[in-house]
């Protein structure tokens, strides 16, 4: 083989990379003519509903992107070309390189490198672009969801994150899966913990049951089989081993029952220890779980007492703080208040224009609040005898799903709109925080002593937020844990020592979480 002199060697260097500039340049040139052509045709186009001024604020971010990807990709084949004429060298003088683990580990490098470079210039370009102030909200992502957010700031480049995440917030917290519990035939829409001991978990569900089941051991205590329809909710009463449910057969059903509990086994980790805010998940679907139900679990078939006079579905029902009365929610658009020894209609609650969603009760005043497809939610004040108020919430514009109270003076509401919003009752014109999603949220729970909203979304995600809708976590959800179709409602049981808080959805399937509060709160 003949031996290339070192003159000529850098002459061929200096060759290749006039060749590379010359081709750089010719590129640049072609795809910057390109790129001003893609610009016009975008903003000059109707179909988007963006606002010009994002619309111009995408395009140049996208812009950036695609510049320094096709500046990374040339430096990796002017350093490939470097690397191979260098072992020619090499080889010439006679000694060996492992050329391959060279040009890995450079080009290694040099992409992190790189990488940092575009990871700064994009957080600081949506920075610049963004003025509004951010402290009281998350905000949605913005085109494709799973592989762009600005939110996020997700990208991929090939196979491989090429920039993870730019969130406001990166706490985690310590998110366990303990329990799944397992039996219904259909979709879970709701689930409640019992307020008196023995502690159950009672989910209701679209195969026309209620069950009850043991939080330590997973096993179906008593199933009731009194409604004709869909069991929407489930309640149960604040000092009696008494459960209400609200079903699509027109009627809400108070049952009384009696359990006993199992011996509680060792509990079996089943999950990843920490909440994962920054990898996501497949969206393949899995199976659904297929359960033939408890066979030995006890049932009840009739009730102890019927609340009629509705004229569509009941949606939910709630237990007045004392229990001597109840509130229904239907389709009908009207709320009813109901005396609970008599089965007496005390109040009919109309006002709203389109079917309720749901309703609640204050935990220590006679306050009601239902929830409309009609956008807004409307609290209702009893704690005067004589007279009852009503106030009307106009702050979402889609059905909202749900709105709960606090321990105090607030109220939530999530809604089909994609957002969570937080109200103070004493100042009820605008909220004093939004949350926004990237997914319509369902039945939403707010934890008594630390005030943490747990969010249940229609594309099987569980977040935590604080009051003031900083995220806190994001429950895990994999091909093997989680969720696996959409989640229907959330409930915190602080009071558990393991569960403390449940979730359910149309997987069939209610899952026990441990969540470290006090990790989650100082990670904050």
Same mark, same amino acid.
């Not at 003159?7 to 006039?18: F, H, I, L, N, T």
């Not at 606002?51 to 040339?74: A, G, H, K, V, W």
């Not at 689930?191 to 179906?220: F, N, Y």
């Not at 709203?352 to 807004?376: A, I």
């Given at each position: 083989?003949?031996?290339?002199?070192? @003159?000529?060697?850098?002459?061929? !260097?200096?060759?290749?990379?006039?060749?590379?500039? =010359?081709? %750089?340049?010719? /590129?640049? #040139? +072609?795809?910057?003519?390109?790129?001003?052509?893609?610009?016009?045709?975008?903003?000059?186009?109707?179909?988007?509903?963006?606002?010009?001024?994002?619309?111009?604020?995408?395009?140049?971010?996208?812009?950036?992107?695609?510049?320094?990807?096709?500046?990374?990709?040339?430096?990796?084949?002017?350093?490939?070309?470097?690397?191979?004429?260098?072992?020619?060298?090499?080889?010439?003088?006679?000694?060996?390189?492992?050329?391959?683990?060279?040009?890995?580990?450079?080009?290694?490098?040099?992409?992190?490198? @790189?990488?940092?470079?575009?990871? !700064?210039?994009?957080?600081?370009?949506?920075?610049? =672009?963004? %003025?509004?102030? /951010?402290? #009281? +909200?998350?905000?949605?992502?913005?085109?494709?969801?799973?592989?762009?957010?600005?939110?996020?700031?997700?990208?991929?480049?090939?196979?491989?994150?090429?920039?993870?995440?730019?969130?406001?917030?990166?706490?985690?917290?310590?998110?366990?899966?303990?329990?799944?519990?397992?039996?219904?035939?259909?979709?879970?829409?709701?689930?409640?913990?019992?307020?008196?001991?023995?502690?159950?978990?009672?989910?209701?569900?679209?195969?026309?049951?209620?069950?009850?089941?043991?939080?330590?051991?997973?096993?179906?205590?008593?199933?009731?089989?009194?409604?004709?329809?869909?069991?929407?909710?489930?309640?149960?009463?604040?000092?009696?081993?008494?459960?209400?449910?609200?079903?699509?057969?027109?009627?809400?059903?108070?049952?009384?029952?009696?359990?006993?509990?199992?011996?509680?086994?060792?509990?079996?980790?089943?999950?990843?220890?920490?909440?994962?805010?920054?990898?996501?998940?497949?969206?393949?679907?899995?199976?659904?779980?297929?359960?033939?139900?408890?066979?030995?679990?006890?049932?009840?078939?009739?009730?102890?007492?019927?609340?009629?006079?509705?004229?569509?579905?009941?949606?939910?029902?709630?237990?007045?703080?004392?229990?001597?009365?109840?509130?229904?929610?239907?389709?009908?658009?009207?709320?009813?208040?109901?005396?609970?020894?008599?089965?007496?209609?005390?109040?009919?609650?109309?006002?709203?224009?389109?079917?309720?969603?749901?309703?609640?009760?204050?935990?220590?005043?006679?306050?009601?609040?239902?929830?409309?497809?009609?956008?807004?939610?409307?609290?209702?004040?009893?704690?005067?005898?004589?007279?009852?108020?009503?106030?009307?919430?106009?702050?979402?514009?889609?059905?909202?799903?749900?709105?709960?109270?606090?321990?105090?003076?607030?109220?939530?509401?999530?809604?089909?709109?994609?957002?969570?919003?937080?109200?103070?009752?004493?100042?009820?014109?605008?909220?004093?925080?939004?949350?926004?999603?990237?997914?319509?949220?369902?039945?939403?729970?707010?934890?008594?002593?630390?005030?943490?909203?747990?969010?249940?979304?229609?594309?099987?995600?569980?977040?935590?937020?604080?009051?003031?809708?900083?995220?806190?976590?994001?429950?895990?959800?994999?091909?093997?844990?989680?969720?696996?179709?959409?989640?229907?409602?959330?409930?915190?049981?602080?009071?558990?020592?393991?569960?403390?808080?449940?979730?359910?959805?149309?997987?069939?399937?209610?899952?026990?979480?441990?969540?470290?509060?006090?990790?989650?709160?100082?990670?904050?």
């Amino acid at each position: 083989m003949p031996v290339e002199s070192s @003159s000529s060697g850098v002459v061929r !260097q200096a060759k290749q990379k006039r060749k590379s500039h =010359s081709l %750089s340049i010719k /590129r640049t #040139n +072609s795809t910057e003519q390109e790129r001003s052509g893609l610009q016009r045709d975008m903003l000059d186009g109707q179909d988007s509903k963006l606002p010009l001024s994002l619309r111009t604020n995408l395009i140049d971010l996208f812009s950036q992107i695609e510049r320094e990807f096709e500046n990374l990709y040339i430096e990796n084949i002017e350093l490939r070309r470097e690397i191979e004429t260098l072992n020619d060298r090499l080889t010439a003088d006679g000694q060996t390189l492992e050329g391959t683990d060279l040009a890995k580990g450079a080009l290694k490098t040099k992409t992190s490198h @790189s990488t940092s470079q575009l990871s !700064q210039k994009l957080k600081t370009t949506y920075k610049a =672009s963004t %003025s509004k102030p /951010r402290s #009281n +909200s998350c905000h949605a992502p913005v085109g494709g969801a799973r592989n762009f957010s600005v939110s996020g700031w997700e990208l991929w480049g090939g196979d491989s994150w090429i920039v993870s995440s730019f969130k406001t917030t990166t706490s985690r917290a310590l998110c366990q899966l303990l329990r799944e519990y397992v039996g219904h035939r259909d979709g879970i829409w709701d689930l409640s913990v019992t307020r008196t001991q023995p502690m159950v978990l009672g989910t209701a569900s679209a195969d026309h049951t209620a069950m009850l089941w043991s939080i330590e051991t997973g096993k179906c205590l008593l199933k009731y089989l009194g409604h004709q329809g869909s069991v929407n909710s489930i309640k149960f009463h604040p000092t009696e081993q008494m459960a209400l449910t609200a079903s699509g057969d027109q009627t809400a059903h108070i049952w009384r029952f009696m359990v006993q509990l199992p011996t509680p086994q060792p509990v079996v980790d089943v999950s990843q220890p920490l909440c994962d805010d920054d990898v996501d998940v497949s969206d393949k679907d899995e199976a659904e779980v297929e359960a033939e139900g408890p066979n030995d679990c006890p049932s009840v078939r009739v009730a102890s007492t019927t609340l009629r006079s509705h004229q569509g579905v009941v949606i939910a029902a709630d237990w007045l703080v004392g229990g001597k009365q109840a509130v229904t929610a239907s389709w009908d658009r009207a709320a009813n208040l109901y005396d609970v020894e008599t089965s007496e209609l005390v109040h009919s609650l109309t006002g709203h224009d389109q079917e309720l969603t749901h309703c609640c009760t204050h935990p220590t005043q006679r306050l009601v609040v239902t929830s409309s497809r009609d956008t807004t939610f409307r609290l209702w004040d009893f704690r005067d005898p004589s007279i009852h108020s009503v106030n009307v919430f106009q702050g979402h514009t889609d059905t909202v799903t749900s709105a709960v109270f606090t321990v105090g003076d607030n109220v939530v509401s999530g809604s089909d709109d994609r957002t969570v919003k937080v109200w103070d009752l004493k100042n009820m014109r605008s909220p004093i925080a939004t949350i926004r999603t990237d997914s319509a949220v369902n039945r939403i729970s707010v934890s008594v002593s630390q005030k943490i909203i747990a969010l249940p979304h229609d594309n099987r995600q569980v977040r935590l937020f604080d009051m003031s809708g900083v995220r806190l976590a994001r429950l895990p959800r994999s091909n093997r844990q989680g969720h696996r179709r959409m989640v229907c409602c959330s409930a915190w049981c602080e009071d558990n020592t393991s569960c403390n808080l449940f979730t359910c959805g149309f997987d069939r399937q209610a899952i026990g979480w441990n969540i470290n509060i006090p990790a989650l709160l100082l990670e904050k």
